[in-house]
């Protein structure tokens, strides 16, 4: 297992802040997370073996963590999940693989950041309460059983984190959401991602197609 500063240095050397991609700080969660895929660079791994490693090296209970996709678009870090290949392996949901620091995640745009993003605004639009169920923050989820807490919730996945695309989400609704859909300004899904798509069983979008074609849509 590599350490911190020898990741740092592999970074400070690469193309990344060129891009405007940085670095976790040092002892945080997502630098723990990041550092467990430097250590595994080409390597395919799960979200549980994260959750272990990143949750034991904080000595905290293992818990849902949802930095290993955020450090990929929304961070810069070039990590591929379920739906990609690498390779001629297709990744299965709940299944990442780090390529390196080569080059920035093809999605990655420093518009992305959130300097100007007002989500206390956001979170008051919509009376505090998650755009998708309706759970209010402060209060106990009704399927989770665990405190609601609102995330930024993106209604276009590849566009930027900007006022005009973030929904206020329940990390149920948003860890469930992940990359999949694009929701309108009410919180419902409009349609599937690319990676949505891709995430269907091959089986069941061939009857999904089957089935449009027979109803000419």
Known sequence: MFEYKDMEKAFNESVLPSFGVILPTEGTQRAITLLY???NQGKVVTKSE???FVCGSLNTPTKDIQDCRHLSKQCGFN???GGNFF???RLKRGEYCFVGFDAPNKYFSIKRRAEDLDF???KSKYKYVCATCGSKEGTIHRYSGKVVFLQKGHKNPHLGMDNSNIIPQCDYCNARARNLFVFDDFGFPKYMTI???SSIPSEIREEYIKELR???V
Do not use: A, H
């Open 50 to 52: 994260v959750e272990i």
């Open 79 to 81: 990590i591929l999940q």
């Open 214 to 216: 027979r109803l000419n």
């Open 37 to 39: 895929f430097f250590s």
């Open 87 to 89: 390779g001629e392996y």
């Open 195 to 197: 990676e949505g798509l």
């Open 120 to 122: 206390d605004e956001i």
